[in-house]
């Protein structure tokens, strides 16, 4: 997939923040993955719903909008 996008250290937080007290390496690198695979396909939902309202830049309504088709 290329170089990550998001960093190991905020996948760290986000389990510690999720009740994990100790996190391993793999499992912090798993969810980067998943954000970032996730992420993605908000990006794009939320690109073709500008895309399709006429305009070129994504706001935030858009990515509300394609939040809750992918995540829920």
Known sequence: MGDPEIGLAAAY???K???GQRVGDDAAEELRL????IGLQIA???AELASHAGRKTVKAADVKFATKGIVR
């Open 13 to 15: 937080r986000i389990i």
């Open 17 to 19: 923040k999720g009740g």
């Open 34 to 37: 998943a954000m970032e695979e």
């Open 44 to 46: 794009r939902q939320a």
